[in-house]
């Protein structure tokens, strides 16, 4: 296993309550991934004043609810508290080796994968090889900063501060200054908002304007809609009625000096927070176009405006990065992964991904169901389809996806979590069938040894 953070910790949890011996190899010192502050893997880009933008019901795994006690959107703090608490309910912790990082993990040619892992920070540290019959890959996919590419003219010459959202911490440090954040995601949304109680000038530059769902709905957290009976409706009718409930409840975006969005609100990942539409109805937030080009102490706008600017925040996304796998072997190109049911490489027997599902309204609820999924088919209580049957799967899922999410990076794994659920429901039962009928799993366990479980998310 590759990671302790939410994904590896379910992964853990369900191997372990089947009996599968397994390693789990974290580069940090503790679990939680992202939600660890200052994690000193250096994968998390967790601030200071974080919440969740999802309510504590839709951060809960299925096995654990978070408690009764937690406010409706937790403090980063409470989510890696209820992570301990997790851990510490099925005995997760003893079964993690910290502060190892994996270096490599490559196919052989007789079937299974060569591991390779070293301690984390010591360049002279001697780098151990391990051979296992399956690999489960729970690395997360919000810890390698993506910044705009090409670079925006004159980036270079700009001689303000810059850096990526991962690395805001505090909203001190801009004080009295012009700051120009960059994007239009959560991330940007929130650190725009509280930057501008402390800096002279806040602006926010998006390229293309994009809904922004306040927190609470009709008096219940705005991610409950998932499941109410509005998301039973045809798709193409639940995003006009989205956009209805948005406008009554929210007004329009141009009271907030926002442009009308050219996409429904379905069709991106719901960027979610008042203290934005607060701040921009105050004056205190600026909107913007996107930059064309940046001066020594400037911004330009594809509008032709032009402003003085100190800092520039960029929360642009992550890319998708699996740093211990050869391209060749396989890679997230484009933010587009190509696996069935979000989780099998077809041809790659054995390799499993955990966690890259990015579902609106859910976070955590995913992930055993998953994990479940891969225990069957590393125990051979489940097996695959053909690889020629996945991948025509995955091609059919990918035409799909095109025509119901736009076409950017930030949304190649974004999925509509009913429907996920409903085809990993089918899976398994046709999985459970494909095994008692005699089929041979894809990747049946061998004595080679344990499963490993990787460092991150």
Sequence with gaps: ???????GLAASKVLASRGVPFDCFEAGSGIGGLWRYG??????????????????????????????TYPVFPHHSKVLAYLEDYSAAFGLHRRITFGTEVTSVRPLADGGWEVTHRRRGDTAAEVEARRYTEVVVANGHHWNPRLPDPAVPGAEEFEGSALHSHDYRT???????RVLVIGMGNSACEIAAEISRTAARTFLSARE??????????????????????????????????????????????QYGLAEPVRGPLAAHPSTSDELLVQLARGAVTPKPGVSSFGRGTATFTDGSQEPVDAVVYATGYSISFP??????FAARGGRTELYLRT???RLPGLYFMGLAQPAGEAFQLLEPQAEWVAGLITGT??????????????????????????????????????????????LRAGARRARGGVPPVSAPAAAGPVPVAEGG
Excluded: C
């Design 209 to 254: 304007a994009t809904h922004v769902f306040p927190k609470m709905l009709l008096g219940r957290p705005a991610d409950h809609l998932v499941w109410s009976p509005l998301s039973r409706i045809p798709r193409f009718l639940k995003g006009p009625a989205m956009a209805l409930l948005l406008r009554l409840t929210r007004g329009a975006p141009a």
């Design 171 to 177: 909203p001190e440090a801009y004080a009295g200054r």
């Design 382 to 427: 489940m097996a695959l389809p053909s690889p020629q049957n996945m991948t025509r799967a995955i091609i059919r899922e990918a035409r799909q996806h095109g025509r119901a999410y736009a076409p950017t990076y930030r949304h190649g794994i974004e999925i509509d979590v009913r429907s996920y659920h409903r085809a990993l429901r089918r899976e």
């Design 39 to 68: 994690n000193d893997n250096g994968m998390s880009g967790v601030y200071a004043s974080l919440h969740t933008n999802i309510s504590k019901e839709s951060m809960s795994f299925s096995s654990l609810a978070m408690p009764d």
């Design 344 to 346: 099998v490489p077809p």
């Design 1 to 7: 296993m590759i990671g302790a953070g939410p994904s």
């Design 324 to 329: 211990f796998l050869d391209p060749g072997v």
